[in-house]
């Protein structure tokens, strides 16, 4: 009789505190690559990432080598978000974690002290999803150095404005605001944003788009509007993003467009028109961009297309021609 192998899996080997102020009690584990924590007054998983290379911090007037930290907040119990679970910080809670480089916070509304990661020079990515957040956080954002990127998604934010992120660093790269019933953008208000290079806001409910909310962003080279219901584009929209490589407006409610609307875009490599009730073909909106060719319908790209489909279609065909080659040839020698 042949024995069934056994296989033991020792994952928790200690528990320790990973703060100072003993705010997070954490599991040391061999198998995972994370540690898991529990705040000391919530139910929240807090799991914490290291990478396994030490990189050089300038730290408390020092260099020191850290091995960066990403921190990612859950609730606990059901992986569908139905109310997010609260957890309530100081402004001790994370100061003594060095080299905290991003946080993912999902189901997790934050309490008390508002900026719990302000000593945070090292923070590069904020990410938040299903906070049922009603405007922009701000306050949570405020006073981080280094970030680089924040993402909101499935939010209640119905409106932006200047005022909504005067706190935030003006060297932010990407913004992310996707599904968040988003309607109004008031004028200017990422132009505090020079660096900027990527903005989402796909999924939303913006109706019009107008010169103005676009002020500024002069090195923007991604810009997403798809998933809205934008039904009109204003002469000029886009004058102020000269440098955008990639547009996509896609799945909206346009039926009309200025003639020469993307005129401006001189480095433009990727639109997306398709899913909108365009009553022209998208072909009369492209003067004086001879470059972009139709790569499928309602989508338009920089190259040469038609040696890209060949190539594509030779790949498949040699994808699909290999198994029944291979079957014939076996066929006509063993018959």
């Known amino acids: 009789m042949k024995?069934?192998?056994?296989?033991?899996?020792?994952?928790?080997?200690?528990?320790?505190?990973?703060t100072g102020s003993n705010f997070l009690s954490c599991n040391e584990t061999l198998t995972l690559n994370y540690e898991e924590c529990k705040p000391a007054n919530s139910s929240v998983l807090v799991k914490v990432h290291r990478n396994t290379q030490k990189v050089k911090y300038f730290i408390e007037d020092k260099v020191k080598l850290v091995r960066p930290t990403h921190l990612e907040f859950y609730p606990t119990g059901s992986l569908i978000?139905?109310?997010?679970?609260?957890?309530?910080?100081?402004?001790?809670?994370?100061?003594?974690l060095?080299?905290?480089k991003s946080v993912h916070i999902e189901c997790v509304q934050f309490r008390g002290f508002p900026t719990p990661f302000k000593n945070q020079n090292h923070l590069e990515t904020l990410s938040f999803l299903y906070n049922e957040f009603t405007k922009f956080p701000q306050e949570f954002c405020a006073d981080i150095p280094s970030i680089k990127s924040i993402t909101l998604g499935y939010q209640q934010i119905?409106?932006?404005?200047?005022?909504?992120?005067?706190?935030?660093?003006?060297?932010?790269?990407?913004?992310?605001?996707?599904?968040?019933?988003?309607?109004?953008?008031?004028?200017?208000?990422?132009?505090?944003?020079?660096?900027?290079?990527?903005?989402?806001?796909?999924?939303?409910?913006?109706?019009?788009?107008?010169?103005?909310?676009?002020?500024?962003?002069s090195v923007l080279e991604t810009l997403n509007l798809g998933e809205n219901i934008i039904s009109t584009i204003k002469p000029g929209t886009f004058a102020s993003t000269t440098s955008l490589r990639g547009l996509f407006l896609h799945s909206n409610r346009l039926e009309d467009m200025p003639k020469r609307i993307f005129c401006d875009l001189l480095d433009l490599?990727?639109?997306?028109?398709?899913?909108?009730?365009?009553k022209s073909n998208p072909s009369v909106f492209l003067t004086g961009r001879d470059n972009l060719t139709e790569y499928s319908r309602g989508i338009y790209k920089v190259g040469n297309i038609k040696k890209q489909e060949e190539s594509f279609f030779s790949t498949l065909l040699s994808y699909t021609a290999l198994p029944w080659l291979l079957n014939n040839l076996f066929n006509d020698n063993f018959n």
């Open 81 to 96: 978000c139905t109310t997010p679970e609260t957890i309530t910080v100081t402004n001790t809670s994370f100061s003594d």
């Open 269 to 278: 490599e990727d639109l997306h028109l398709h899913r909108n009730p365009l």
């Open 3 to 18: 024995g069934f192998p056994f296989t033991f899996v020792l994952i928790f080997i200690s528990t320790y505190s990973l």
């Open 158 to 217: 119905t409106n932006l404005s200047r005022a909504s992120f005067f706190s935030i660093t003006t060297h932010l790269q990407s913004l992310q605001l996707q599904h968040s019933h988003l309607k109004t953008i008031e004028p200017e208000t990422f132009s505090r944003f020079r660096y900027l290079k990527t903005l989402e806001l796909n999924g939303n409910e913006l109706e019009i788009l107008r010169p103005d909310m676009f002020d500024g962003l």
């Open 98 to 100: 060095q080299g905290v």
